[in-house]
């Protein structure tokens, strides 16, 4: 044991005593690795995994050479002293993830087409043109809403007519009504005169009249039977004759008659004239009365009607000017300017062949389209993309170091921004793996950096001060377990419980001392198959940071034959709770086919109080409203085909994510498939 042994900061290789023949053997077979690893790697370009088909290849190698504990061999004979070895230290572990990306202005002002349908371009500057702001840059075709701007005007100005016959109308109705009510009025307070005037005026002076006639007649009646009464006397004195005394018997008749017919004048007026006249003038009265309630009801009607009509004109005539407006902004819209000073940048498509997506003059664009950019390239980011497997790691805020390539030796510090929420698209050129575009804020101030300069991020996950770590290709691992080979005189097989790890170091949490010797290749010792638990069917060992970022170059760099063609599809549902008698379902659909994946969030309502807007909330996160029509339902979709799905969606969702609709209904998110 005196032989002093080789570091691996020596950066020696071992030398290992190994027989002629099985020198030989291992040469043979290395020659038939090569073939299968051709084969292999050609049919695997083929299918589309050519990562597997190499990893396939290696392991049939390892197990003809007997590397890596194939064919159940434990330690073979080696030469110990020429074993490079690595002593356990402790050491400053820092977990981080290392990814290129590219430098991009970070206040980029995009501008979108806001002109509604699609349009043609007809003119525009060209590209890199330095601008100043409110600059035309773009020029959209206008001589159909030019047209339209035309019309509108023509029906602003019959607007304008109608609504100026509606208010004369209304008007002349308030007048109207207002001379009809007060006719009826004035006619009610006459047939109450009337009445008033017979009842305490005419009837009281007729009947005293017949009253005065019969006092009349009755005292013409007294003296002509007084007159009567003396005649007799002197005729019986013969004094007068008999004509004289018949003459006066005549006169008191007479006189009885006068006293009879007005005493039935008088019973006449009490009994039928009073009674007659009082009701007739009652019923006037009452007519009138009537008459007027008619004439107010009838004066209100054509008040209402009048004002209804006025009021639709008012609303015609606020609709046609507010279409106007609209075709006048639409126009003026046409003029696409430039929101602030800087270069401009016309998008390229994701598809390159389709040559009539390029923003030139004669493409036609739809609404919301991204025609141009001004960057701001004072101020830069760096847009890189994470691995899948780490994705979940990467945290808004980490510390972040940057080098940028064409300046040796600059080391930027910065942080991070964000991370989408969902993958990058992908093209036939990548394999299945995904990977998540991150956007990094740039910290250090620095001169001569532009957009589009490529740099390195290295953004630290985690530090971890002075743990117990070795070296990644000194330890065999499948998960959390690990084995490695301890020098205690001869090499030992040891099993190890292993932390976390980055590109270089796995933390051991037990198996180990600080000061022990271990050998920096197991598998030219060979490591049996029992040294570590089998791995269950369809589990895949988990991964840390540090051993997906040295794999994440090798996958996003693979290139397969053609897409992939699998396709996989998620939906979630709710029927949330709330007051009954209201049915209100959420419904949330992931579909991925190949490296594309659609989002799809649904709500439907059904027995609402119509025109209601309500608030859809996922996950806290108040996405959009929803209006209810006049039968209190609806039926709203937000999706990544259609455009329409919400920026500010959770990234995280799935079973028992919460979605409120308004302020009453709840549910939680669960699985169908």
Known sequence: MDTPRLEHRD??????????PARHRARRFVWIGLGVVVVAGAYEWWQGNLLSGLGAARTWIAARLGIGGAAGQGPRAVDVSQLLVHTVAPVDLRITALENGTLESAGSAVVLSEVEGQVAIIRLVPEG?????????????????????TEQQIAVARAEAAHSQALQASKMADSQAESDVANSELALEFAKLDLEKYEKGEYPVQLRSLQTDTALAQEELKRAQTQLQFSEELQRDGYIGSGELEADRFRVTQCQYRVDIARERERLLQEYTWPRTKRDLDSKVAEATRALGRTKSIAAGSREQAGSALKAQQATLELERTKLRRNEDQIGKCSMRAPQAGVVVYPVPEDQDRVELFIREGTIVRERQHVFSIPDTDVLQVTTSIHEAVVDQIKAGMPVRIWIDVYHGLELRGAVLSVSPLPEPGDWRRTTVKFYETKVRIDTPA???RPGMSAKVEILIESLPQVLAVPVQSVVQRGHDGVCYVLDGSPQLRKLRLGKSNAEYVAVLDGLAAGEQIVLSPDVLGIPPDALPPVPDGVPPPQDAGIAAANADAERGAATAAPASSSQETKYVSVLEGPAGVTVAA??????????????FQI?????????????AVAG??????T???AGACEVEWATKAGTFPANFPATIGVGTEVRVGPDYHGQLTTVN
């Open 11 to 20: 950066l020696e290789l071992p030398r290992i005593a190994i027989l002629p």
């Open 604 to 616: 439907k309502v059904a027995g609402g109080k119509p025109a209601t807007t309500w608030e859809v």
């Open 447 to 449: 001169t001569g950096l």
């Open 628 to 630: 209810l029509d006049d």
């Open 621 to 626: 996160t108040v996405i959009g409203t929803v």
């Open 587 to 600: 419904d949330y659909k992931v579909k991925t086919k190949g490296t594309t994946t659609n989002l799809r």
């Open 129 to 149: 043109t330095r601008v100043a702001k409110g600059d035309v840059v773009v020029e959209l075709e206008s001589s159909a809403l030019r047209t339209r701007l």
